[in-house]
């Protein structure tokens, strides 16, 4: 159980282009879902949090225009990198918190963003 | 600057060989959570370990959290290559569980 879908795994675009990245939860309902970031052989880096109805919470440093993040319904949260550029390249996971078990937080598979 | 900090960075080790990776804060720790990653892939729920002094296993992977609960150490014994890969400890210190931030990160990998 518990069950994080993240599409797609990979994209490649051209720069000036918007990508959405999409994180289901399958089997569980996420009222809040997180949004990393992850650079080559580098550890994951929280960009915001994912909250169902309202706005999303952004870490310093983290351009809420350039990453929009909607969590319309309680199994979907969906991270949007607007007029991307070469640097926007990088490795996205999603995340949710998971109330029963012991789980804690579960993570989608990741996505590999090329913006060439 | 980091707040969590991982130590070694990377390892390499002999298969059968037994390592530890270590996970160290300076505020106290309300949940360590401790996942593997493979380069390019999500992450693989370990342990979650909450209280002072406590300590988890499952297969040949050992965790625990320090009394002050400001560390955590990874023990894996008589390694094998499928243990090959990225550890982090990730740690909720609110203690509301509202986020989870990671550590460094230790690359492992196993010599046949």
């Known amino acids: 159980g518990a069950v994080v879908s993240q599409h797609p795994s990979r994209v490649i675009c051209k720069s000036g282009t918007s990508v959405k990245i999409e994180c289901r939860s399958l089997?569980?309902?996420?009222?809040?879902m997180f949004w990393y970031r992850q650079f080559p052989k580098k550890s994951l880096m929280l960009m915001a949090t994912s909250n169902e109805g309202s706005k999303a919470t952004y870490e310093q440093g983290v351009e809420k225009d350039k990453f929009l993040i909607n969590h319309a319904s309680l199994t979907l949260s969906t991270l949007t990198v607007t007029s991307a550029h070469p640097e926007d390249s990088s490795f996205y996971i999603c995340s949710a918190r998971v109330s029963q078990g012991n789980y804690g937080y579960t993570f989608g598979s990741g996505t590999r963003l090329t913006v060439v | 600057s980091q707040e969590l900090e991982q130590s070694p960075q990377s390892l390499i080790v002999q298969e059968g060989k037994n390592l530890t990776i270590n996970c160290t804060s300076s505020k106290t720790l309300y949940g360590l959570y401790w996942y593997k990653q493979k380069y390019g892939e999500g992450l693989i729920f370990l342990m979650m370990l909450q209280k002072g002094g406590e300590e988890k296993s499952h297969e040949k992977i050992t965790a625990k959290l320090d009394e002050k609960k400001q560390q955590s150490s990874l023990h894996i014994t008589a390694s094998q290559p499928s243990h090959a890969g990225i550890y982090l400890c990730g740690a909720d210190r609110t203690g509301t569980a509202s986020k989870l931030t990671f550590g460094t990160g230790t690359r492992l990998q196993v010599t046949l």
């Open positions: 089997d569980f309902q996420a009222t809040t």
